[in-house]
Nanobody, 115 residues
Framework: QVQVVESGGGLVQPGGSLRLSCAASGRISVTYVMAWYRQAPGKHRDWVATMISTDATTSADSVKGRFTISRSNAKNTVYLQINNLKPEDTAVYYC?????????WGQGTQDAVSS
């Protein structure tokens, strides 16, 4: 079984930065896709960025330039660096792991941007 655990959220002032982490453990496949999603209060869960096991990345147009997805050398942790935080970035950020028929979600980490 695979588990993913997010961390790194918190209360940040506008213009600040956060680095969210998603640690995967268990029977991690050689080929997989890990992605970040976010869900703002009262809204649907939206896709943010994706990291493929080949190191290819992609992100939503709405976050390009401020959000960067990367991963650890051990390739079991995926990060989401968020710069120049805005109040509209307030959301619960979720990590998703997909490999074949395996589709695992983390519990999410809360990010709140407020002065």
């Amino acid at each position: 079984q695979v588990q993913v655990v997010e961390s790194g959220g918190g209360l940040v002032q506008p213009g600040g930065s956060l680095r969210l982490s998603c640690a995967a453990s268990g029977r991690i496949s050689v080929t997989y896709v890990m992605a970040w999603y976010r869900q703002a209060p009262g809204k649907h869960r939206d896709w943010v960025a994706t990291m493929i096991s080949t190191d290819a990345t992609t992100s939503a147009d709405s976050v390009k330039g401020r959000f960067t997805i990367s991963r650890s050398n051990a390739k079991n942790t995926v990060y989401l660096q968020i710069n120049n935080l805005k109040p509209e970035d307030t959301a619960v950020y979720y990590c998703n792991y997909v490999s074949g028929l395996t589709n695992i979600w983390g519990q999410g980490t809360q990010d709140a941007v407020s002065s």
